[in-house]
């Protein structure tokens, strides 16, 4: 392994292609030795990787993620390092055990963004916009208002309806308490939704009345909230935005996956991969049914492994999995969890109300402000060209997925929720 040293940032190279493909950078670059990395240096390795099925960049925090051949539900769960550890630089090992350094993936053509310019987590207070101001966005908007004051500086709000706008910045610019610290909540223009570090996006074209007999919900809104979706994705493509694009519409998984091909297709149709990056798209929809299935959890002594043991996964409707327990997994009691999770939602809507309250506090609220602060938190990350649902956190280098040390048949069932995305 090379080390080369530019400004705060070392660059490690493992092989001559790699190097060559550096040229240009490593000019400006000096070679150094392991011993003079400093502890506040960024720290980046470089692959290079089919750009649609591997994400441009993450936390490198296993050997086995260095030079795989593929990304798929395996990095959910842990693996041997087998020989591989033998051939490793020591130096380096030492680097990936300190969880230092980002792996980046040169086949991107946007992959110089990665180096040192992410916004999150945030040392400061950031700027956060939320476009859309319907059940859900009122309600995110009011949590982050109450809540975000040590991590969220302003909030931008967006709505086509101007009464929306002008209503919710004066309640918001209302609530006040003496020594309490809040964001400060302003109106946008359409032209400046992408003017900030997270863009939250909570609009919804089509909600099932209650009363519906629909019974999957969010699938019924994938047709029509993509449509305006879409529009969105390329926006974010034409100012280049560079910040986290936070999805909360329904469903999550399957928005972010059209975002993230919308905004990465050309007018031609071409994919060219210049819209918005893997590690840039996050879908907020599992904290709730984690929440869920914590509720029924405290409410039943045979489902209480939960509480401490169990974890969420997959998507926010079909194909959910709840695990009782990773350690001591039980088939009968996940799947009882895992239906009682799923119809909360329709619970709430035989009482006569739309269930957002929930979803907007403990999907949007609670787990952005964790993203922010580089929490561990559920939302769906980027596997393979799909958005999967899980426990993650944003690191200063990058995404890092929680891989545990999974039963058999927890991934067997994890492979096809996968499938089915």
């Known amino acids: 392994m090379k080390y080369f040293k ?14 060559k493909a550096f040229q240009s950078l490593l000019s400006d670059s000096n070679l150094i030795e392991f011993q003079n990395i400093e502890e506040s240096d960024d720290i980046y390795y470089f692959t290079i990787q089919p750009k649609g099925d591997f994400r441009r960049s993450f936390l490198l925090d296993s050997i086995g993620l260095m030079n795989a051949d593929k990304e798929d539900i ?32 040169l086949s991107h053509p946007n992959w110089k963004d990665c180096l040192g310019n992410n916004p999150l987590p945030a040392s400061k207070p ?4 939320i476009v859309g101001l319907g059940d859900v966005g009122g309600t995110l908007l009011t949590g982050l208002k109450l809540t975000g004051g040590n991590h969220i500086s302003t ?36 032209n400046d939704i992408f003017d900030c570090d997270v863009l939250a996006f909570t609009v919804a074209t089509f909600i099932p009345p209650v009363g519906s007999e629909i019974k999957d919900v969010r699938m019924a ?8 979706l879409k529009i969105y994705a390329k926006k974010a493509r034409e100012a ?27 007018d031609s149709g071409t994919k060219d991969y210049l819209g918005l990056a893997s590690d840039q798209i996050k879908g907020y929809g599992l904290g709730v049914m984690h929440a869920r299935a914590v509720y029924h959890a405290k409410r039943n002594p045979a489902l209480a492994s939960y509480l401490e043991e169990g974890r969420a996964y997959g998507p926010h409707g079909k194909g959910l999995i709840i695990a009782n327990s990773i350690d001591n997994y039980d088939e009968d009691l996940s799947e009882q969890l895992t239906q009682l999770a799923l119809h909360s939602n329709l619970d709430v809507r035989a009482t006569g109300f739309k269930p957002y309250i929930a979803p907007a506090l403990s999907s949007g609220c609670l787990s952005l402000l964790a ?51």
Request: aromatic share 8%; hydrophobic share 40%; net charge negative.
């Open 126 to 129: 950031i700027h956060l916009n």
């Open 6 to 19: 530019t400004n705060s940032k070392v660059l490690c190279i493992q092989n001559e292609a790699i190097e």
């Open 155 to 190: 909030i931008g709000i967006y709505d086509k309806d101007e009464n929306k706008m002008l209503r919710y910045e004066q309640e918001m610019e209302q609530i006040h308490f003496d020594g309490l610290s809040m964001p400060k909540v302003i109106r946008l223009d359409e």
């Open 240 to 266: 280049k935005f560079k910040g986290l694009f936070a999805i909360l519409s329904d469903p999550v998984d399957q928005l972010c996956r059209v975002a993230y091909e919308q905004s990465n297709t050309d």
């Open 371 to 421: 993203t922010i602060r580089g929490d561990w938190h559920y939302s769906s990350v980027f596997i393979n060209g799909k958005f999967l649902g899980c426990k993650n956190r944003l690191t200063k280098s990058g995404v890092q997925i929680e891989a545990l040390a999974l039963p058999e048949k927890l991934i067997n069932k994890l492979a096809v929720t996968f499938s089915d995305l």
């Open 221 to 228: 809104q994938l047709e029509q909230n993509s449509k305006i």
């Open 74 to 105: 395996s990095l959910l769960y842990q693996q041997e390092a087998g020989d591989i550890q033998n051939n490793i630089d020591p130096d380096f090992l030492s680097l990936i055990k300190a969880q230092r350094v980002m792996s980046i993936n």
